[in-house]
C-alpha cells in the first residue's frame, strides 16, 4: 500500500468519525430543543413564555437552529451511503448504535415515567415527561428504520442495538419486578400502614413498579425475540449474556438471599430491635433472590446450550460471585470473633456483625462449592489440546491468575492499613479504642483474602505440575496463518489455533459479500455446516509445515492451504 493511499485512508476516516459525532450532537441539541418546545405547549398551552424566557429562548435555538442543520447534515450522509464502504465504516455503526440506544433509553424512561406519575396522582409534571418521551420516541424509530434499512444499514456493530436494547429492557424490567413484589410482600408482612410511603398508599406504589416491569419486558422481548436477540453468536452478545444475565443476576440473587438469612438469624437469636425495623429489609431482599434467581437460571440454561466457552465463562462468573460472598463473610466472622475475645461482655452490635458474617458465608460457600467442585479432578490436557477440556483449563488457569492477582492486591492494601493503624496507636492516639478494635476490620479481610489466594494459588500449582507431568507441547509446526473467507471466521479461527498453535489474520472475500448481523444469526441456525467446514479444515492443515501459511476458504466451501516463502 502506498503513503498516499494510507493518507487518504486515514483522511476518510478521521472525516467519517467527524461527521457523525457532528450528525449525533445536532440530533441531541434538536431533539432537546423540540422536547423542550412541546412540553411546554402541553403545560401552559398558547403562552409558550410562562415566566422562563431564557429556557424558551435555548429551546427555540435549539430547535429552530440544531433542528436544521441535522436535516442537512443527514441528507448529506445519507446520500453517501450508497457507498459500500461508507456502511462498512465503524463511524455509520457507532453512530446509529449510539443514537438507538441513547433515544430508547430516553423514551423509555420518559414514558414510563409518564404512566406512573399519573397513576400517582393530580401533577404537571406528566407532561413534559410526555414531550421528552414522544420526541425520542420519534428519534428511536427514525434510526431504528436507518438501522434495518435494505441497502444503507451498517455493516459493521450491526448487532450492538440488539443486544444493548436486550439487556437495558431486562434490567428496567427486572427493576421494577423488584419493586413491585417487594411492596406486596412488605405489605403483607408489616401492614398496608408500615408499607405505605408519605401519602401515598401502597398499592400505587405497587401499579408503579408493575408498569416499569411491564414496559422493561416489552423492551426486553422486541429485542430478544423480535429482533432475534437470542439467536446472535457473536462476541458481544455472549459477553453482555455472561456479565448481565449470569454475573448480575448472581449478584442480586446471591445478595437478597444472605439479608434473607441475616434477617432470619437475628429474628432466632439477636431480637434487640423493635419487630417492624427487623422486617423492614425482608421484603426487598426477598423480591432480589426470587427475581434475580429467575433471571440466573434462565441465563446459565441459555450458557449451558451455547459454545464451550460460554458455558465455561458462565461457571467461572457463578464461582467468583459466590466466592466473593464466602471470602466477604469469613472476614466479617474474624472481625466479630475478635471483638468478642477483646471485649467478652460484647453488646449485640458484635452479635449482629457475626451473624452477617455467618449469612454471607452460608449463602455463598454452598453455591461456590458446587459450582467449582473443589474435589473434582479437571481433565489433565495441554492447553494446546483441540477441544474443549483444553479450552476449559485455560480459562480455569486464567481465572486462578487472576483471582490470587486480586488477592495480592487486597492484601497489600489491608496490610497498610493495619500498619497505619498500629502506628497510630503506639504513637498514643487514644481516640480510636484498643489496638484491636482498630486492626480487627482489616486484619479479618486480610484472613479471608489470605485463605483465598492460598487455595487458589496452590490449585494453580497442582495443575501447572500436572500439565509439566504430561510432557512437552507438541512441536509448532506453522508460525502463522492468513485465513481468507467470506462466511463466519469464527469457528475456523479457533480451528486453526487449535489445530497448529499459530496466530492468525482474517481477511474477507469480496467476491463472497459482507456478513451482516443478519447473516451471523442465520449461520447459527446451521451449525452442522460449520462443523463440516471446519473438521474439514482441521484435516487440511494436518502436516503443513512452514513460517507462513495462505489458508483460502471459497464461497461454496472449498479450502486451499498454501505455505508460502519468506
Known amino acids: 500500500m502506498s503513503a498516499e493511499s494510507v493518507v487518504g485512508s486515514a483522511q476518510r476516516t478521521v472525516r467519517r468519525l467527524i461527521t457523525y459525532l457532528l450528525l449525533f450532537a445536532l440530533v441531541v441539541v434538536a431533539a432537546v430543543g423540540l422536547s423542550g418546545l412541546l412540553g411546554r405547549l402541553l403545560v401552559a398551552g398558547t403562552e409558550l413564555a410562562t415566566g422562563d424566557v431564557a429556557g424558551l429562548a435555548r429551546s427555540l435555538a435549539f430547535a429552530l437552529i440544531g433542528g436544521p442543520l441535522a436535516a442537512l447534515l443527514w441528507w448529506v450522509v445519507w446520500r453517501r451511503l450508497g457507498d459500500e464502504a461508507e456502511r462498512a465504516s465503524v463511524g455509520w455503526g457507532l453512530y446509529l448504535a449510539g443514537a438507538y440506544v441513547l433515544s430508547l433509553i430516553l423514551a423509555t424512561s420518559n414514558l414510563l415515567s409518564t404512566l406512573t406519575t399519573l397513576i400517582g396522582g393530580p401533577s404537571l409534571q406528566w407532561r413534559q415527561s ?62 398496608a400502614t408500615a408499607a405505605a410511603t408519605v ?141 468478642m475475645a477483646a471485649t467478652p461482655l460484647a453488646g449485640s452490635g458484635t452479635r449482629t456483625l457475626l451473624l452477617g458474617g455467618i449469612s454471607s458465608l452460608l449463602v455463598g460457600g454452598p453455591v461456590w462449592w458446587f459450582t467449582w467442585k473443589p474435589l473434582g479432578r479437571e481433565p489433565a490436557v495441554t492447553p494446546g489440546t483441540a477441544g474443549g477440556s483444553g479450552t476449559w483449563l485455560n480459562a480455569r488457569r486464567v481465572y486462578l491468575i487472576v483471582v490470587f492477582g486480586l488477592s495480592a492486591v487486597v492484601a497489600v492494601i489491608t496490610l497498610l492499613v493495619i500498619g497505619y493503624r498500629m502506628f497510630e ?47 512437552p507441547a507438541r512441536k509448532r509446526t506453522i508460525g502463522h496463518v492468513v485465513l481468507v473467507t467470506g462466511a463466519d471466521p469464527a469457528p475456523l479461527h479457533r480451528v486453526i489455533e487449535d489445530v497448529t498453535g499459530a496466530g492468525v489474520t482474517v481477511w474477507r472475500r469480496a467476491d463472497a459479500g459482507p456478513v451482516s448481523g443478519a447473516a451471523v444469526s442465520g449461520a447459527a441456525a446451521a451449525p452442522a455446516d460449520a462443523a463440516q467446514l471446519a473438521g474439514r479444515l482441521a484435516g487440511a492443515l494436518k502436516g503443513v509445515t512452514g513460517r507462513r501459511v495462505l489458508v483460502t476458504v471459497s464461497p461454496d466451501g472449498g479450502i486451499d492451504v498454501i505455505p508460502l516463502l519468506g
Open 130 to 191: 410526555l414531550a421528552t418521551g414522544l420526541v425520542w420516541a420519534a428519534v428511536w424509530a427514525w434510526h431504528r428504520w436507518m438501522w434495518r434499512h435494505p441497502r444503507k444499514r451498517p455493516l459493521d456493530l450491526a448487532d450492538v442495538p440488539t443486544v444493548l436494547g436486550t439487556y437495558i429492557g431486562l434490567v428496567v424490567g427486572v427493576s421494577g419486578a423488584v419493586g413491585a413484589l417487594s411492596t406486596l410482600l412488605d405489605a403483607a408482612l408489616r401492614g
Open 425 to 471: 496507636f503506639y504513637l498514643g492516639d487514644i481516640s480510636g479504642g484498643s489496638l484491636v478494635d482498630r486492626i480487627r476490620a482489616p486484619l479479618g479481610l486480610l484472613v479471608a483474602t489470605a485463605l483465598v489466594a492460598g487455595y487458589h494459588f496452590a490449585v494453580w500449582r497442582h495443575e501447572r505440575a500436572v500439565l509439566a507431568a504430561a510432557g
Open 199 to 339: 401519602g401515598k398508599p401502597w398499592w400505587v406504589s405497587v401499579l408503579q413498579s408493575i408498569v416499569w416491569a411491564v414496559g422493561g419486558g416489552l423492551v426486553w422481548w422486541w429485542h430478544w425475540k423480535h429482533d432475534g436477540g437470542r439467536l446472535l453468536r457473536t462476541g458481544l452478545a455472549s459477553v453482555a449474556l455472561i456479565a448481565v444475565g449470569v454475573l448480575g443476576a448472581g449478584v442480586l440473587t446471591l445478595g437478597g438471599a444472605g439479608v434473607v438469612l441475616f434477617v432470619l438469624l437475628r429474628l432466632a437469636f439477636d431480637r434487640v430491635e423493635a419487630m417492624d425495623l427487623m422486617l423492614e429489609p425482608l421484603a426487598p431482599a426477598i423480591a432480589a433472590a426470587a427475581v434475580g434467581a429467575l433471571v440466573w437460571v434462565y441465563h446459565r440454561g441459555l450458557a449451558r446450550g451455547s459454545s464451550a466457552t460460554i458455558r465455561q465463562g458462565s461457571r467461572l462468573v457463578t464461582s467468583g460471585v459466590a466466592l466473593v460472598a464466602a471470602a466477604s463473610g469469613i472476614g466479617v466472622i474474624v472481625n466479630a470473633a475478635l471483638a
